[in-house]
Nanobody, 120 residues
């Protein structure tokens, strides 16, 4: 299983970016998908989740500015980021928690990250 992020880059404060995460394999529809981020010198923090049934949750820092969505037909999860701030600068990581139907346990997968830099 691979998670491949794309869409990061340099943007001015107030701008927008859309991150994408494409999942290989057949896990996507059975996985809760999320985005995390890690700023330089800081711990990785949760940003947003899209559950298997499509419901979404956001960290306070993302509410009202970011939107997570998933396309099960394309095995892809997105993070639309608007009104970006310099403090949003971080590496953004895609996360999948896979729930196989044959097991009560789950498996976590991470992408390699994509860098987002917001200039002031």
């Amino acid at each position: 299983v691979q998670l491949v992020e794309s869409g990061g880059g340099l943007v001015q404060a107030g701008g927008s970016l859309r991150l994408s995460c494409a999942a290989s394999g057949s896990i996507f529809s059975s996985s809760a998908m999320a985005w995390y981020r890690q700023a330089p010198g800081k711990q990785r923090e949760w940003v947003a989740t899209a559950t298997r049934d499509g419901s979404t949750n956001y960290a306070d820092s993302a509410k009202g500015r970011f939107a997570i969505s998933r396309d099960n037909a394309k095995n892809t999860v997105y993070l639309q980021m608007n009104s970006l701030r310099p403090e949003d600068t971080a590496d953004y990581f895609c996360y999948a928690r896979f729930y196989p139907s044959s097991s009560s346990s789950s498996t976590v997968y991470w992408g390699q990250g994509t860098q987002v830099t917001v200039s002031s």
